[in-house]
């Protein structure tokens, strides 16, 4: 990506086939430029904290919205949400699940660590396409977020 400064979304997802659909998602809704992705949680924690292949990058050009699959390859979805609202850096991002788990204790723990908010992947993809353009417009277009400051 040229403009890491111009992240919108970060989108953490390690199923390819859930990747595409987001992606397929984000493009109807007209939210499709701007987005970086992340395919698994290591991966979504580098580009957060600018570390590793990240490191040139600012903290402070975070995306103005994650979306944050839970079950991840290398660190899972619970333990960058943990580190995400755990850091004063970056815990006012908004961060929405994106998940196929309707497991309760999953949701009960995501909104226990800071979750904006919690959304079990619709099966059909009109009902997908709906919320994720839902989403966009709510996060990147009406919601007021602080600024970031190191």
Not at 104 to 128: C, H, M, T, W
């Amino acid at each position: 990506m040229n403009e890491t400064n111009a992240v919108e979304v970060l989108l953490v997802e390690d199923n390819p086939q859930d990747l595409e659909l987001t992606l397929r998602a984000l493009k109807k809704a007209k939210i499709s430029n701007r987005i970086a992705i992340a395919r698994d949680g290591a991966e979504a924690l580098e580009f957060i904290f600018c570390e590793g292949a990240q490191a040139g990058r600012k903290i402070e050009d975070s995306p103005k919205m994650i979306l944050l699959d839970l079950k991840l390859p290398k660190v899972d979805g619970l333990e960058v949400l943990k580190r995400l609202k755990g850091d004063p850096r970056t815990r006012m991002i908004p961060v929405v699940v994106l998940t196929s788990s309707k497991e309760q204790r999953d949701v009960v723990e995501s909104y226990q660590l800071g979750v904006n908010s919690y959304i079990v992947k619709p099966v059909d993809f009109a009902g997908f396409a709906e919320a994720v353009k839902d989403l966009g417009l709510y996060w990147l277009l009406l919601n007021q977020p602080p600024k970031l400051t190191e």
